[in-house]
């Protein structure tokens, strides 16, 4: 794995935490971690995860309730 993929990676990871977690959208997200441009980074969420930041943050939501219920 390239160091630029790795690099990648890591900041999606984040963005995943910010998503779970904090109630931020994606300009603030984009903003919080310097992307240059707001729509770079849902094209590149989705590329590294196979979802969209909205259903990744469904998902998260979901599973989150699943496993307080359990």
Do not use: W
Not at 8 to 32: C, P
Not at 46 to 57: F, P
């Amino acid at each position: 794995m390239c160091i630029q993929l790795y690099i990648i990676q890591q900041r999606i990871e984040k963005v995943k935490l910010l998503l779970s977690y904090q109630n931020l959208n994606l300009t603030e997200i984009a903003d919080q971690m310097e992307y240059s441009s707001v729509g770079h980074l849902p094209a590149q969420f989705k590329g590294v995860t196979g979802l969209t930041a909205r259903e990744y943050k469904k998902k998260a939501v979901m599973d989150r309730r699943m496993l307080e219920n359990s």
